[in-house]
Protein backbone atom coordinates (compact mmCIF):
# COMPACT_ATOMS: atom_id res chain seq x y z
CA UNK A 1 0.00 0.00 0.00
CA UNK A 2 1.37 3.75 -0.81
CA UNK A 3 0.47 6.61 0.73
CA UNK A 4 -0.42 10.00 -1.12
CA UNK A 5 1.79 9.75 -4.06
CA UNK A 6 2.19 12.16 -5.54
CA UNK A 7 6.10 12.30 -6.39
CA UNK A 8 5.77 11.32 -10.74
CA UNK A 9 4.51 14.58 -13.07
CA UNK A 10 1.19 14.86 -13.68
CA UNK A 11 1.36 14.17 -17.49
CA UNK A 12 3.32 10.97 -16.55
CA UNK A 13 0.85 9.65 -14.29
CA UNK A 14 -2.00 10.53 -16.73
CA UNK A 15 0.01 8.75 -19.49
CA UNK A 16 0.31 5.61 -18.14
CA UNK A 17 -3.05 5.80 -16.89
CA UNK A 18 -5.26 6.46 -20.10
CA UNK A 19 -2.54 4.81 -22.50
CA UNK A 20 -1.73 1.36 -20.48
CA UNK A 21 -3.59 -1.78 -21.28
CA UNK A 22 -1.37 -4.16 -20.37
CA UNK A 23 -1.48 -5.03 -16.79
CA UNK A 24 -4.72 -7.32 -17.13
CA UNK A 25 -3.48 -9.91 -19.29
CA UNK A 26 -3.93 -12.60 -17.09
CA UNK A 27 -7.11 -15.36 -18.75
CA UNK A 28 -9.30 -15.34 -16.33
CA UNK A 29 -12.15 -17.25 -16.69
CA UNK A 30 -15.47 -16.85 -14.04
CA UNK A 31 -19.20 -16.48 -14.59
CA UNK A 32 -22.10 -14.14 -13.93
CA UNK A 33 -25.40 -15.42 -14.11
CA UNK A 34 -27.58 -12.52 -15.72
CA UNK A 35 -26.37 -10.36 -19.18
CA UNK A 36 -24.14 -7.09 -17.99
CA UNK A 37 -25.55 -4.40 -20.38
CA UNK A 38 -24.61 -0.66 -20.28
CA UNK A 39 -28.10 0.47 -22.62
CA UNK A 40 -30.08 2.10 -19.84
CA UNK A 41 -27.10 3.01 -17.52
CA UNK A 42 -27.24 6.56 -18.77
CA UNK A 43 -30.81 6.73 -17.35
CA UNK A 44 -31.21 4.37 -13.91
CA UNK A 45 -29.00 2.49 -11.52
CA UNK A 46 -27.31 0.10 -13.56
CA UNK A 47 -26.03 -3.86 -12.53
CA UNK A 48 -22.65 -3.71 -13.78
CA UNK A 49 -21.76 -0.38 -12.29
CA UNK A 50 -23.31 -1.11 -8.87
CA UNK A 51 -20.81 -4.42 -8.80
CA UNK A 52 -18.05 -2.45 -9.99
CA UNK A 53 -19.01 -0.07 -6.25
CA UNK A 54 -19.38 -3.21 -4.60
CA UNK A 55 -16.38 -4.77 -5.53
CA UNK A 56 -14.73 -1.17 -4.39
CA UNK A 57 -16.30 -0.78 -1.11
CA UNK A 58 -15.04 -4.61 -0.40
CA UNK A 59 -11.71 -3.81 -1.25
CA UNK A 60 -11.40 -0.65 1.06
CA UNK A 61 -12.98 -2.79 3.81
CA UNK A 62 -9.78 -4.63 3.86
CA UNK A 63 -7.22 -2.26 2.94
CA UNK A 64 -8.03 0.51 4.74
CA UNK A 65 -7.95 -0.71 8.03
CA UNK A 66 -4.51 0.20 10.05
CA UNK A 67 -4.50 3.67 8.18
CA UNK A 68 -5.48 6.76 9.20
CA UNK A 69 -8.90 6.79 7.25
CA UNK A 70 -10.07 3.61 8.75
CA UNK A 71 -13.23 5.51 10.32
CA UNK A 72 -14.16 7.40 8.15
CA UNK A 73 -17.30 6.72 6.18
CA UNK A 74 -16.49 5.36 2.55
CA UNK A 75 -18.63 5.60 -0.51
CA UNK A 76 -17.61 4.33 -4.30
CA UNK A 77 -18.06 5.66 -7.86
CA UNK A 78 -17.92 4.08 -10.97
CA UNK A 79 -17.80 5.87 -14.26
CA UNK A 80 -20.52 5.06 -17.19
CA UNK A 81 -17.95 4.06 -19.80
CA UNK A 82 -19.29 2.30 -22.80
CA UNK A 83 -23.01 3.66 -23.10
CA UNK A 84 -23.32 4.79 -26.41
CA UNK A 85 -20.96 8.30 -26.25
CA UNK A 86 -18.72 6.85 -29.45
CA UNK A 87 -22.04 5.83 -31.33
CA UNK A 88 -24.93 3.62 -31.62
CA UNK A 89 -22.64 0.57 -30.94
CA UNK A 90 -20.74 1.67 -27.96
CA UNK A 91 -22.73 -0.15 -25.51
CA UNK A 92 -21.66 -3.23 -23.34
CA UNK A 93 -23.52 -6.35 -24.13
CA UNK A 94 -22.09 -9.40 -22.34
CA UNK A 95 -24.42 -12.33 -22.12
CA UNK A 96 -24.76 -14.51 -18.72
CA UNK A 97 -22.71 -17.94 -18.13
CA UNK A 98 -18.59 -17.89 -18.50
CA UNK A 99 -16.74 -14.49 -18.81
CA UNK A 100 -13.20 -14.19 -19.10
CA UNK A 101 -10.50 -11.50 -19.14
CA UNK A 102 -11.11 -10.25 -22.86
CA UNK A 103 -14.96 -9.99 -22.36
CA UNK A 104 -14.17 -8.23 -18.90
CA UNK A 105 -12.24 -5.42 -21.58
CA UNK A 106 -15.78 -4.39 -22.80
CA UNK A 107 -17.24 -3.94 -19.11
CA UNK A 108 -14.09 -1.49 -18.29
CA UNK A 109 -11.07 -1.12 -20.80
CA UNK A 110 -8.80 0.49 -18.73
CA UNK A 111 -5.66 -0.29 -17.02
CA UNK A 112 -6.18 1.93 -13.94
CA UNK A 113 -5.17 1.40 -9.81
CA UNK A 114 -7.35 1.98 -7.45
CA UNK A 115 -7.45 5.38 -5.58
CA UNK A 116 -9.04 7.09 -2.36
CA UNK A 117 -10.02 10.52 -1.84
CA UNK A 118 -10.81 12.05 0.75
CA UNK A 119 -13.59 14.87 0.69
CA UNK A 120 -16.20 16.58 2.27
CA UNK A 121 -20.05 16.03 1.54
CA UNK A 122 -20.66 19.68 -0.36
CA UNK A 123 -17.78 18.49 -2.50
CA UNK A 124 -20.04 15.31 -3.30
CA UNK A 125 -22.89 17.00 -4.41
CA UNK A 126 -20.76 19.51 -6.77
CA UNK A 127 -19.42 16.15 -8.34
CA UNK A 128 -23.21 15.34 -8.66
CA UNK A 129 -24.26 18.60 -10.31
CA UNK A 130 -21.38 18.05 -12.60
CA UNK A 131 -22.08 14.14 -13.58
CA UNK A 132 -26.04 15.53 -14.18
CA UNK A 133 -24.66 17.38 -17.18
CA UNK A 134 -25.71 14.09 -18.60
CA UNK A 135 -29.09 15.04 -19.02
CA UNK A 136 -30.96 17.48 -20.65
CA UNK A 137 -33.94 19.77 -19.30
CA UNK A 138 -37.20 18.66 -19.26
CA UNK A 139 -40.07 21.12 -19.31
CA UNK A 140 -43.30 18.95 -18.13
CA UNK A 141 -45.14 21.82 -19.75
CA UNK A 142 -43.87 20.70 -23.27
CA UNK A 143 -46.52 18.45 -25.39
CA UNK A 144 -43.42 18.17 -27.80
CA UNK A 145 -41.35 15.23 -27.57
CA UNK A 146 -38.01 15.63 -25.34
CA UNK A 147 -34.58 14.48 -25.14
CA UNK A 148 -33.68 13.23 -21.90
CA UNK A 149 -30.19 11.82 -22.48
CA UNK A 150 -27.24 14.40 -23.70
CA UNK A 151 -24.94 12.67 -25.77
CA UNK A 152 -23.35 15.18 -26.24
CA UNK A 153 -21.96 15.14 -22.90
CA UNK A 154 -19.13 12.33 -22.37
CA UNK A 155 -20.66 8.82 -20.65
CA UNK A 156 -17.45 8.69 -18.90
CA UNK A 157 -18.54 11.45 -16.72
CA UNK A 158 -21.35 10.13 -15.49
CA UNK A 159 -20.27 8.74 -12.24
CA UNK A 160 -22.88 6.60 -10.52
CA UNK A 161 -21.87 6.31 -6.63
CA UNK A 162 -22.59 3.82 -4.36
CA UNK A 163 -23.40 4.78 -0.20
CA UNK A 164 -25.16 7.33 -0.43
CA UNK A 165 -28.99 8.04 -2.03
CA UNK A 166 -29.89 11.05 -4.37
CA UNK A 167 -32.01 11.99 -6.79
CA UNK A 168 -31.64 14.37 -9.70
CA UNK A 169 -34.63 16.54 -10.51
CA UNK A 170 -34.11 17.09 -14.56
CA UNK A 171 -36.35 19.71 -14.82
CA UNK A 172 -33.90 22.11 -13.24
CA UNK A 173 -31.35 23.38 -14.62
CA UNK A 174 -27.67 22.17 -15.02
CA UNK A 175 -26.00 23.45 -11.47
CA UNK A 176 -29.20 22.50 -9.63
CA UNK A 177 -30.56 19.01 -10.02
CA UNK A 178 -29.49 17.63 -6.81
CA UNK A 179 -32.80 16.98 -5.26
CA UNK A 180 -31.63 15.13 -2.42
CA UNK A 181 -28.53 13.24 -1.34
CA UNK A 182 -28.02 11.94 1.39
CA UNK A 183 -25.74 9.13 3.76
CA UNK A 184 -27.73 7.24 6.17
CA UNK A 185 -30.50 9.50 6.51
CA UNK A 186 -28.59 12.50 7.13
CA UNK A 187 -28.59 15.17 3.86
CA UNK A 188 -24.95 15.67 2.86
CA UNK A 189 -22.91 18.97 4.01
CA UNK A 190 -19.88 20.29 4.01
CA UNK A 191 -19.21 19.18 7.80
CA UNK A 192 -19.68 15.47 6.81
CA UNK A 193 -16.44 13.38 5.62
CA UNK A 194 -15.70 10.57 2.95
CA UNK A 195 -13.27 8.11 1.79
CA UNK A 196 -14.40 8.14 -1.86
CA UNK A 197 -13.05 4.76 -3.88
CA UNK A 198 -12.02 5.74 -7.61
CA UNK A 199 -10.05 4.64 -9.96
CA UNK A 200 -6.66 6.35 -10.47
CA UNK A 201 -7.96 8.03 -13.66
CA UNK A 202 -10.65 9.77 -12.24
CA UNK A 203 -7.98 10.76 -8.94
CA UNK A 204 -5.55 12.08 -11.73
CA UNK A 205 -8.28 14.98 -12.79
CA UNK A 206 -9.22 12.75 -15.49
CA UNK A 207 -12.41 14.38 -16.60
CA UNK A 208 -12.56 17.40 -15.15
CA UNK A 209 -15.05 16.91 -12.19
CA UNK A 210 -15.18 18.89 -9.66
CA UNK A 211 -12.79 17.82 -6.42
CA UNK A 212 -11.52 14.50 -7.93
CA UNK A 213 -7.79 16.11 -8.17
CA UNK A 214 -4.60 15.10 -7.11
CA UNK A 215 -4.79 17.15 -4.21
CA UNK A 216 -7.35 15.11 -2.67
CA UNK A 217 -5.92 11.37 -3.62
CA UNK A 218 -4.83 10.19 0.35
CA UNK A 219 -4.19 6.31 -0.62
CA UNK A 220 -3.14 4.70 -3.38
CA UNK A 221 -2.58 1.06 -4.54
CA UNK A 222 -0.77 -1.13 -7.04
CA UNK A 223 -4.16 -3.19 -7.84
CA UNK A 224 -5.38 -3.09 -11.18
CA UNK A 225 -8.96 -1.53 -11.53
CA UNK A 226 -10.62 -4.30 -13.98
CA UNK A 227 -8.71 -7.37 -11.32
CA UNK A 228 -10.83 -5.77 -8.50
CA UNK A 229 -14.27 -6.78 -10.46
CA UNK A 230 -13.12 -9.40 -11.82
CA UNK A 231 -12.46 -11.40 -8.42
CA UNK A 232 -14.91 -9.67 -6.72
CA UNK A 233 -17.42 -11.53 -9.22
CA UNK A 234 -15.36 -14.69 -8.90
CA UNK A 235 -15.83 -14.37 -4.79
CA UNK A 236 -19.37 -14.17 -4.96
CA UNK A 237 -19.51 -17.49 -7.09
CA UNK A 238 -20.89 -15.42 -10.60
CA UNK A 239 -24.09 -14.34 -8.99
CA UNK A 240 -24.85 -10.94 -9.11
CA UNK A 241 -26.25 -8.87 -6.40
CA UNK A 242 -29.68 -7.55 -6.38
CA UNK A 243 -30.13 -4.72 -7.74
CA UNK A 244 -30.39 -1.25 -5.01
CA UNK A 245 -31.91 1.78 -6.20
CA UNK A 246 -29.59 3.94 -4.41
CA UNK A 247 -30.01 6.91 -6.97
CA UNK A 248 -32.80 7.94 -9.74
CA UNK A 249 -34.42 11.06 -11.39
CA UNK A 250 -36.89 12.22 -9.65
CA UNK A 251 -40.53 10.87 -11.20
CA UNK A 252 -42.47 13.53 -12.90
CA UNK A 253 -45.61 13.68 -14.97
CA UNK A 254 -44.68 15.06 -18.73
CA UNK A 255 -47.58 16.58 -20.85
CA UNK A 256 -45.33 15.08 -23.93
CA UNK A 257 -43.02 12.08 -24.52
CA UNK A 258 -40.00 11.79 -23.04
CA UNK A 259 -37.46 10.06 -25.21
CA UNK A 260 -33.86 8.58 -25.05
CA UNK A 261 -31.72 6.43 -28.12
CA UNK A 262 -30.21 3.49 -26.87
CA UNK A 263 -28.26 0.48 -28.55
CA UNK A 264 -27.17 -0.25 -32.36
CA UNK A 265 -28.86 -2.47 -34.83
CA UNK A 266 -32.02 -0.38 -34.92
CA UNK A 267 -32.99 -1.24 -31.11
CA UNK A 268 -33.21 -4.87 -31.93
CA UNK A 269 -30.12 -6.20 -29.46
CA UNK A 270 -31.89 -3.70 -26.26
CA UNK A 271 -35.18 -5.21 -26.77
CA UNK A 272 -34.03 -8.78 -26.18
CA UNK A 273 -32.53 -7.59 -23.41
CA UNK A 274 -35.59 -5.49 -22.37
CA UNK A 275 -37.18 -9.25 -22.05
CA UNK A 276 -34.77 -11.43 -20.52
CA UNK A 277 -34.55 -8.22 -17.56
CA UNK A 278 -38.25 -8.16 -17.25
CA UNK A 279 -37.98 -11.90 -16.94
CA UNK A 280 -35.13 -11.82 -14.35
CA UNK A 281 -36.32 -8.32 -12.60
CA UNK A 282 -32.34 -7.20 -13.31
CA UNK A 283 -33.44 -3.87 -13.75
CA UNK A 284 -36.78 -1.89 -14.22
CA UNK A 285 -37.64 -1.68 -17.65
CA UNK A 286 -41.78 -1.40 -17.16
CA UNK A 287 -41.43 2.16 -17.91
CA UNK A 288 -39.53 2.16 -20.95
CA UNK A 289 -41.45 1.39 -24.39
CA UNK A 290 -40.10 1.57 -27.92
CA UNK A 291 -40.68 3.96 -30.15
CA UNK A 292 -38.56 3.31 -33.23
CA UNK A 293 -35.32 3.75 -34.73
CA UNK A 294 -33.20 7.20 -35.23
CA UNK A 295 -30.43 6.28 -37.94
CA UNK A 296 -29.41 3.19 -36.64
CA UNK A 297 -29.94 3.78 -33.02
CA UNK A 298 -32.81 2.64 -31.01
CA UNK A 299 -35.08 5.04 -29.94
CA UNK A 300 -37.27 4.88 -26.87
CA UNK A 301 -39.69 6.70 -24.86
CA UNK A 302 -38.94 6.71 -20.15
CA UNK A 303 -42.17 7.35 -18.52
CA UNK A 304 -40.80 9.80 -15.67
CA UNK A 305 -43.54 9.39 -13.43
CA UNK A 306 -43.15 5.78 -13.06
CA UNK A 307 -39.23 5.87 -12.01
CA UNK A 308 -38.52 3.68 -9.10
CA UNK A 309 -37.07 6.05 -6.64
CA UNK A 310 -34.56 5.06 -3.61
CA UNK A 311 -35.86 4.32 -0.26
CA UNK A 312 -34.43 7.48 1.84
Known amino acids: MKRSLKLLPLFVIMFAMVFGVSSFSQDFTTSVNIPLT??????QVNPYYQLVNLASIDFAEKYLKGTDYENLPVISRSSTIDAGFRGADNFADV???PIT???MQ??????NKISALKLNGKQIIDWLEASAGNFFQIDPEVTDDQILVNFGFDCHHLDQFWGITYIYDVTQPLGSRVARA??????????MEFIVMVDSY?????GGLPHAVPENVVLEWDVDYKTMVFEYLDSLGGIMPELVINWSIKPIETAGKVLFK??????????????????LGIEQV???????TDDVWGLFEIDLSKVKTPQF
Not at 286 to 292: A, K, L, T
Open 38 to 43: TYFARV
Open 95 to 97: PAG
Open 101 to 103: SEE
Open 106 to 111: HLYRYS
Open 182 to 191: EYEGVPLSED
Open 202 to 206: RASGG
Open 262 to 279: TGGEWGTPVLEYMEVAEE
Open 286 to 292: DHISYIG
